[in-house]
């Protein structure tokens, strides 16, 4: 018995789609108006639209299980924020507040700017939200609203320019955090000069609708507020999420764009001269029925209680591209059907060819996607299920809806109507005709419709080009030069996303981050270091030296042979404590004098108040639980130093014996960079073997399987290169549309691989001609439709936006580049590698006359989307 291939999938699954085909060709009306009905009523779950909304940065573009998060829990449990003593160093959030940095080209600390800053500071403090003030809802120390150093080391403006003031301690301030862009006098700390105020107004708890208010009143005013001796960059708790939603309204009119496009395009590929062939309310419903499987499929999940993160706005753009891909193989597979059969045999016909590789197409495509919940991210989850489920529906509809308006076009065609009019024309004479007032013509010899001119191009040209030895060579020397930039590119990635590229372009939170790292870089992350063994002997002098030892083993770290953290300002209230206790004469050995006496400690002043926040103990158990040390960190300017400084902090606390865990709330966006390259690499690899399972599965050739291999490796490593170089880091947003890659590389390079292995041609060069005359324009049809999908995104203000359009016309060029350019070119070296088909030809020579031989081997290519294309190009192979 001859070996099975992809007949023993392939023909189960053809017949079957024929008699759905058929089916839907006589039932048409049903499967036009019920995906209407299913589409209005999953369209009524985008009312719970707002309510899914998921924009926070914290839960959507950090990972879910971060290990900071589990620190953050730890911090939290022991150490409770304390309401009425507020310290910004010891909160294990970001807290609730407004923001301003001031600042001049000269002199901030210069009495007249001084005074305008005073001025300022003013102002935010008598915002008022009907009659609720700052004061009314400000953080508290002692009884009194928190204040910012600055004002309780100058007290009136014209102290300005005589108060000597040092950097970056002022007594117990620290003044780094408030005074930026500082010059010191020759020699000392003393300051001679700053560029930069900034000023934190903190707010309570208490009620978070209140301030809410009051932080949105704070933008309002200062937004107002134009200055031009001193600017201003203004920022508050609230400002990433809001700015971030606002993203999304900022491509809202973009759909349109698109559509508009997507239609245009649509029309202008299926248009035909004849007056009854056109297709320009097929290509119309075709644009259609992608825009209903967005609606029912995302409307569909809102019902269910997905969550919806900004990244799905991207989902529609990039599904109304494979829709209208899929409507081409729809409408090429009904053009290579009989003219003068049924049009339910046409339908049956056509979904033989058709609905098998779209099918296949879908189950990689989905697949891909699907594969991105493995991801910790909430949005890449998020925009995987969204945009997976959305293909599923794209799919289910092209089958009923785009079909059934399919069958009813094919009836208005059968009675030879006008494309516009639906008035009877007279069918023409010959293939010279008014295209006007006639119309219907088809080859008489094949009972086929006209195939497009364009195929031609790929037979007469561009084959015969690629196969010339000075154009493969230029292709070898292109390839050579298009690995090395992707190489290079990979080496300079970065990962992460910078916080301000969620906002918009135009957003006043890049002017504030700007801002920030221009004048307030020097002086990184204050860490906590917290010690959890619950059995640790704080009192023990061998425990305090092992203690002391891990401080100064993260004072020593380094970073490229510059130091990570800053020495001698570890804040540490064991040490203090000690101190006190030598200069009162306690013997702090003994455990139940160490506990007993921590509380006088802790009222002698208000910086030793502080320290009450950082040991969480009970005097009646004499016990300490918990505490908790802070360790100053310097020059953590970029992605990298904040990667490093995450990975030295958690490995020395590893390494250190006392149960060591580092937080601060900045860690939980830094985290993403302990999981973005694991997480990338693991997606990639499971999508890689999953497609290859499924190629394998339908084309069990080994030699294919190979090539895809190579091209799905050789774009990847193209896209990650080539995004490193347009400026896209390795960031959650990023790394899906890597996964995505994989399943446009399997639909670009498994069919061109298998045509040319499996061609009967004598020579390799006819069998590359072969290959790319039947596939070449498909390849690129699909490839446009993709990409002016997405081509409005990157006139988006967005980052987000701008980085998915990159990535996808990265993804599609290449694959695209692959597809007709390097693989068939490389196939040729390797010609004696094609497979013989003997079952095929005997098939073939027992197949009726009327039946071309190119019509088996092209039944043996409905794999990908674009290879049930080749069947309207292989007609005019027949006509040759």
Not at 299 to 322: D, K, R
Request: aromatic letters at 14%; glycine letters at 6%; proline letters at 3%.
């Amino acid at each position: 018995m001859p070996e099975c291939n992809t007949n023993c999938i392939e023909k189960p699954l053809s017949e079957g789609f024929g008699k759905l085909g058929n089916f839907v060709g006589r039932h048409h009306w049903w499967f036009f108006i019920i995906p209407l009905f299913i589409s209005a009523g999953l369209g009524g779950g985008f009312y719970f639209l707002k309510d899914r909304e998921a924009n926070g940065i914290e839960e959507q573009f950090t990972p879910v299980n971060g290990p900071a998060k589990h620190e953050k829990v730890i911090v939290k449990t022991n150490f409770p924020t304390n309401d009425s003593e507020f310290s910004r160093l010891r909160l294990y959030t970001e807290g609730t507040f407004a923001s301003l940095i001031l600042s001049d080209t000269v002199n901030v600390l210069s009495n007249n700017v001084f005074a305008k800053i005073v001025e300022m500071d003013q102002l935010v403090k008598d915002i008022k939200v009907a009659t609720i003030g700052f004061n009314d809802i400000c953080a508290m120390i002692a009884g009194e609203c928190m204040t910012n150093s600055i004002f309780d080391i100058v007290k009136t403006p014209a102290d300005a320019e005589s108060i000597n003031i040092t950097y970056p301690f002022n007594g117990d301030f620290f003044t780094a955090s408030e005074i930026g862009g500082v010059k010191l006098k020759p020699g000392s700390e003393l300051i001679e000069s700053a560029k930069a105020i900034r000023l934190f107004y903190f707010l309570n708890d208490v009620n978070q609708t209140v301030n809410t208010m009051w932080l949105t009143e704070f933008i309002n005013n200062i937004s107002k507020i134009e200055d031009n001796e001193m600017s201003a960059s203004y920022f508050t708790s609230l400002s990433r999420e809001e700015e971030f939603e606002k993203s999304t309204d900022s491509i809202i009119p973009l759909f349109s764009v698109t559509y508009t496009i997507a239609i245009t395009f649509s029309i202008v590929s299926c248009m035909r001269l004849d007056c009854v062939r056109n297709k320009v309310w097929v290509a119309t419903f075709g644009v259609l029925s992608a825009g209903l499987a967005v609606v029912s499929s995302f409307g569909l999940l809102l019902y269910c209680g997905m969550p919806f993160a900004m990244t799905v706005a991207t989902a529609p753009f990039l599904i109304l591209g494979i829709g209208v891909d899929d409507m081409f193989i729809m409408i090429s597979c009904w053009q290579k059907s009989q003219v003068n059969h049924r049009v339910e045999d046409r339908m049956a016909e056509t979904y033989k060819d058709a609905a098998v590789s779209i099918t296949i197409t879908t189950l990689t495509d989905a697949l891909a996607f699907y594969i991105g919940l493995l991801t910790p991210f909430a949005s890449v989850q998020s925009f995987c299920m969204y945009t997976g489920t959305a293909v599923v529906f794209c799919y289910l509809y092209n089958i009923t809806f785009f079909g059934a308006f399919l069958a009813l076009n094919g009836r208005r065609e059968e009675s030879n109507r006008h494309w516009l009019t639906c008035m009877k024309v007279p069918e023409p004479s010959s293939a010279k005709y008014n295209t006007c007032s006639e119309g219907g013509y088809y080859d008489k010899d094949t009972g086929k419709e006209e195939p497009m001119p364009i195929n031609n191009f790929f037979k007469n040209y561009y084959g015969p080009f690629l196969t010339k030895k000075l154009t493969k060579g230029f292709v070898m020397l292109l390839y050579a030069g298009y690995l090395a930039a992707s190489i290079y590119g990979c080496f300079q990635m970065k990962e992460g996303i910078d916080l301000k590229q969620l906002a918009t372009d135009d957003s006043y939170v890049g002017s504030y981050y700007d801002d920030e790292e221009k004048y307030f870089s020097k002086f990184g992350p204050n860490v906590m270091v917290v010690v959890t063994n619950t059995n640790f002997q704080y009192w023990d002098v061998n425990s305090q030296d092992k203690l002391d030892a891990c401080l100064h083993k993260f004072e020593d770290l380094t970073i490229d042979n510059r130091p990570l953290v800053a020495k001698n300002m570890t804040i540490s209230w064991l040490n203090q404590y000690l101190t006190y206790g030598n200069a009162t004469g306690l013997n702090l050995n003994d455990q139940k004098t160490f506990i007993d006496n921590l509380t006088d400690f802790f009222s002698l002043s208000p910086a030793t108040q502080a320290f009450r926040q950082d040991v969480n103990f009970s005097v009646a158990e004499g016990h300490i639980y918990a505490s908790r040390m802070f360790v100053q960190t310097v020059d953590i300017l970029t992605a990298i130093d904040e990667k490093d400084l995450l990975n030295e902090f958690r490995n020395t606390a590893q390494a250190c014996p006392e149960a060591l865990v580092v937080y601060h709330p900045a860690f939980i966006f830094f985290d993403q960079y302990a999981v973005i390259v694991t997480n990338t690499i693991q997606n990639i690899v499971v999508a890689t073997v999953a497609m290859l399972v499924i190629s394998l599965l339908l084309i069990p050739s080994p030699i294919c399987s190979l090539w895809v291999t190579f091209a799905i490796a050789s774009v990847i490593v193209g896209v990650a290169g080539f995004m490193a170089l347009w400026d896209v880091n390795l960031d959650s947003v990023s790394m899906i549309n890597l996964v995505i890659c994989i399943g446009f590389s399997v639909d670009f390079s498994a069919h061109i691989s298998y045509a040319f292995v499996t061609s009967k041609q004598p020579t390799a060069d006819d069998k590359l001609i072969e290959a790319v005359f039947n596939l070449g324009y498909p390849i690129i049809q699909g490839a446009l439709s993709t990409i002016l999908g997405v081509v409005v995104l990157s006139a988006s203000e967005s980052y987000i936006f701008r980085t998915f359009f990159k990535i996808m016309f990265l993804v599609i060029f290449f694959g695209a580049l692959h597809g007709v350019t390097f693989i068939p070119v490389f196939l040729s070296f390797f010609g004696k590698c094609s497979i013989q088909v003997s079952d095929e030809k005997k098939d073939i020579d027992q197949s009726d006359a009327s039946n071309p031989p190119v019509n088996v081997y092209a039944n043996q290519m409905s794999f990908s989307r674009s290879s049930s294309s080749l069947n309207v190009s292989t007609h005019t192979n027949d006509r040759s």
